[in-house]
């Protein structure tokens, strides 16, 4: 529900400013506003009845005042006014969701229970930038995956290789050659 409210938020920033780095100004500006909710003191704050909506609008607006944006300052003034300050993470995920579509710019995240060589990540980013005609940079994250697991959310896409199923395969393979 939160991810509908925020796009019409999103496409009312659009309109007004359709410029490219302006967004992604405003989308970094947003992001650092979504870390500050996974703080339980300054979500208690902006969440609390007993805060007036001006001390609310207050304490969001200097904490923007560095952007120096007409249409950040006018969409928390919004937000507050309409008590819709909880919506700010989803605005700024829907945010870096469409700046991404825009650019064609993606990350995803490479899991394996082996450590891989930064030209193996640099060859995978580049063949799946080739495949999905965008950039597309990866991150390797150690886990307990037996095999190698591709993962780009942005894109749906999801590339995996387990050890386990292919060797599964090959045996599968040698009983109906037998």
């Known amino acids: ?75 928390i003034k919004l937000l507050v006014e309409n008590n819709r300050i909880s919506i700010i993470p989803a605005i700024a995920e829907v945010m870096r969701k469409d700046l991404a579509d825009s650019t064609k710019t993606y990350e995803g995240l490479i899991y394996s229970d082996s450590e891989m060589d930064a030209k193996v990540i640099e060859d995978l980013s580049s063949g799946l930038s080739k495949r999905f005609d965008s950039k597309i940079s990866l991150s390797f994250v150690k886990s307990d995956f037996n095999g190698i697991k591709v993962n780009v959310d942005d894109l749906g896409v999801e590339i995996n290789f387990s050890k386990d199923r292919i060797n599964s395969q090959i045996i599968e393979h040698i009983v109906k050659a037998i």
Not at 4 to 27: F, G, Q, V, W
Not at 30 to 38: D, Q, V, Y
Not at 53 to 59: L, P, R, V
């Open 1 to 75: 529900m939160e991810e509908l409210i925020a796009k019409r938020y999103i496409k009312a920033i659009k309109k007004s400013s359709s410029d490219i780095a302006t967004m992604e100004n405003i989308s970094v500006v947003f992001s650092t506003l979504a870390e500050a909710f996974n703080d339980a003191k300054f979500n208690q704050i902006v969440t609390s009845p007993s805060v007036s909506k001006e001390d609310k609008a207050s304490i969001l607006l200097d904490a923007v005042k560095s952007a120096n944006s007409d249409a950040v300052e006018n969409l």
